[in-house]
């Protein structure tokens, strides 16, 4: 398992615009799915971005779509959320997972098909 550390948190106004970053602490060659979610006091923690990496198979909530862009760059070991339009229900704590199965592309925005997790990087939308 690897290392992660999420970078790029902020506070922005309705329509503002984030990039958030993960960066790993080795190589991440036996990664198979690598996810971004996010979680607000009192509620669970849901899955909003995903990547299959051997494939580059992306999937995103329905919530998010068109606004959130998952990338990632193997030569730096870093995993990107590009988020535009952000609106005050983006509000959260935002972390990213990786998981070391081909099995997690059946449930790529499943909290439980990641083993590790980072601590999270805050993102707060103002109106």
């Known amino acids: 398992q690897v290392s992660l550390v999420e970078s790029g948190g902020g506070s922005v106004q309705t329509g503002g615009s984030l990039r958030l970053s993960c960066a790993a602490s080795?190589?991440?060659?036996?990664?198979?799915?690598m996810a971004w979610f996010r979680q607000v006091p009192g509620k669970e923690r849901e899955g909003v971005a995903a990547?299959?990496?051997?494939?580059?198979?992306?999937y995103y909530r329905d919530s998010v779509k068109g606004r959130f862009t998952i990338s990632h760059d193997s030569a730096e070991n870093t995993l990107f959320l590009q988020i535009t339009s952000l609106e005050p229900e983006d509000t959260a704590l935002y972390y990213c997972?990786?998981?070391?199965?081909?099995?997690?592309?059946?449930?790529?925005?499943?909290?439980?098909?990641?083993?590790?997790w980072g601590q999270g990087t805050q993102v707060t939308v103002s109106s």
């Open positions: 080795t190589y991440t060659g036996s990664t198979f799915c």
């Open positions: 997972a990786a998981a070391y199965s081909s099995g997690c592309i059946d449930a790529l925005l499943a909290p439980w098909t990641y083993g590790s």
């Open positions: 990547l299959y990496i051997r494939t580059g198979y992306t």
